[in-house]
């Protein structure tokens, strides 16, 4: 899977970020969430929904961009059930349970 993600967002560029699903590292938390929308995407049929909107999107880098463009954290669907964090992808829930409330 190759994450087509040029990430706006790389607030922590050059740091590893390891998605917890598969062991994949990447150099920016943007182009771990687009690896993470498309581990959420897999067996879909080259398609990305939004989950708030429904816009359908052909690249998971664009629906990226959208959600960070459109929708705030208040639209966000998935509650940790160990700390306040939220998430619009049960992926990113999961990798997040994974690498941060793993015991």
Do not use: W
């Not at 929708?71 to 306040?84: A, F, N, V």
């Amino acid at each position: 899977m190759a994450c087509a993600c040029g990430g706006n967002r790389d607030l922590e560029e050059g740091i590893n970020h390891e998605c917890k699903l598969c062991n994949q590292m990447f150099d920016s938390p943007a182009k771990l969430l687009c690896h993470l929308i498309e581990h959420s995407f897999e067996g879909m049929g080259g398609t990305f929904k939004c989950p708030v909107c429904f816009t359908v999107f052909v690249q998971a880098n664009k629906l990226q961009q959208h959600i960070f463009a459109v929708h705030g954290q208040e639209d966000k669907i998935y509650d940790c059930s160990q700390c306040p964090q939220k998430f619009f992808f049960q992926t990113e829930l999961q990798n997040h349970t994974l690498s941060q409330h793993a015991q």
